[in-house]
């Protein structure tokens, strides 16, 4: 290749990168690290640009450990890292059994990547490049996808508490490898990338090159096609989304299925993968004719449940709920004594505490002062009347009116004296607000 070919594709390819990060301002930017030719790329152009900018850069890699070479790659990442003064952090991944691989590893390994981005200002950094962009839309046609899947990629989507943003997506990997060879760079090899069996590694070794033979411009041109509908996405799903807004819940977890009433199942599929759309889901048809039969249609009476990635959606009192995983029920023992907050065990939270006559604010509920309060979770056979009520009932019976889904009930904090609940965290408490002296504010994540 040509000195000076290089050194324009050099520079197309560092203004592409400091004009994308340029635009999203981060404070922290943290590189997906495969240890591949593309994502060695990518750390080539962000070291250079580094020194003279703003934000924390660091590379992560995942170790998969499905090939022999795992241990390798992990080693090459790390030293590549350490010779441009990189910060660098490994994840181990373990996945049993064999189905679905290629699709259980993507989403493993942005789970753990997402805990690097867990601060506002984050940018997760990923090198897909044009090639993979149509490589996703001839899936997507396999598929049978709808606008979402035909758009492709984004350049950039909410991720964690920050971004995930792809920069090289309108370049070649002809382009990359150019960079690569031109810079002598080194970078590893999958075996599995020659593998057929996978569906894109088909399209890259049989199916692509001879698009790009018969039509040299093919790639282009279906990026074109896909902005297109990429732009037809984002006006219907701003329809969509004025449409739901009045039926979802302050987190966007819960959907009121009275938003899907007199509406063709085409349209209610259209509202379910806009409200999906919120959480970065996008399922096949299939899968929403099943949510339609086993879950939407269940019996009244019927808490159904269907998987979804990581999420299970969830059906109860008219309302859809998507649900993360829940950690095992915590364990009792827990005891405060007079601290100003207490953290609850498996990331539900924190109880605030806070001495006064009158309340505190909106949902802080009252208590009777005392040295000693036992928590324990979930206990539903424990007899409770709140301030105002005419009886004593079973918890499991004030649940039900207060229409706490089930699989909810077993993580409710309580707040016992001498065995006897005097507080629901979040809900009620056995005190007037007339006779309190202390208050409890329970702080945590919307009920998943």
């Known amino acids: 290749m040509a000195a000076g070919n290089a050194r324009s594709i050099d520079k197309q390819l560092e203004e592409t990168l400091a004009a994308c990060l340029h635009l999203h301002q981060p404070k922290k930017v943290v590189l997906a690290l495969s240890g591949g030719l593309d994502s060695m790329v990518l750390l080539e152009l962000l070291h250079r640009l580094s020194a003279r900018a703003p934000w924390q850069l660091s590379a992560v890699h995942v170790h998969h450990g499905l090939q022999p070479q795992a241990d390798d790659w992990l080693q090459f990442c790390q030293q590549s890292c350490a ?167 302050e987190n966007k977890r819960v959907l009121q299925l009275a938003a899907l009433q007199g509406k063709n199942r085409t349209e209610q599929n259209a509202m379910l993968r806009s409200w999906l759309k919120l959480h970065q889901l996008n399922p096949e048809l299939a899968w929403l004719t099943t949510l339609h039969q086993q879950v939407i249609a269940a019996k009244a009476d019927a808490i159904p449940e269907l998987q979804l990635q990581r999420y299970q959606l969830r059906r109860f009192q008219g309302a859809l709920y998507l649900c993360e995983p829940l950690a095992a029920k915590p364990h009792t023992g827990l005891v405060w004594q007079g601290q100003a907050q207490l953290e609850l065990p498996a990331g539900l939270g924190w109880l605030h505490f806070l001495h006064s006559e009158t309340a505190p604010g909106e949902n802080w509920l009252p208590l009777a002062d005392t040295t000693k309060l036992e928590l324990c979770f979930g206990q539903l056979s424990l007899l409770f009347k709140p301030a105002g009520a005419q009886h004593h009932k079973p918890l499991k019976q004030w649940c039900k009116l207060w229409q706490i889904p089930p699989w909810q009930r077993p993580y409710l904090p309580l707040l016992l004296c001498h065995g006897e609940v005097q507080l629901v965290a979040g809900y009620a408490s056995c005190v007037s607000p007339a006779k309190a002296t202390l208050w409890c504010l329970l702080q945590a994540e919307p009920f998943r």
């Open 83 to 249: 010779k441009r003064s990189v910060l660098f952090a490994s994840h181990r991944l373990t996945l049993d059994g064999r189905h679905n691989l290629e699709a259980r590893a993507r989403d493993a390994r942005y789970q753990l990547l997402a805990q690097h981005c867990a601060e506002p200002g984050s940018v997760l950094l990923t090198a897909h490049h044009a090639d993979d962009q149509l490589e996703t839309l001839l899936l997507a046609l396999k598929r049978g996808s709808g606008l979402t899947g035909l758009a492709g990629m984004a350049s950039s989507r909410p991720f964690a508490a920050g971004l995930l943003v792809r920069p090289l997506l309108a370049h070649s990997r002809l382009e990359l490898e150019q960079f690569a060879d031109f810079h002598q760079l080194h970078w590893v090899e999958d075996p599995s990338n020659q593998d057929l069996r996978f569906d894109r590694n088909f399209l890259r070794q049989q199916v692509l090159p001879l698009l790009a033979g018969r039509w040299p411009g093919f790639a282009h041109s279906a990026a074109r096609s896909m902005a297109h509908c990429a732009a037809a996405d984002n006006q219907l799903e701003q329809i969509w989304q004025q449409q739901l807004q009045p039926y979802l819940s």
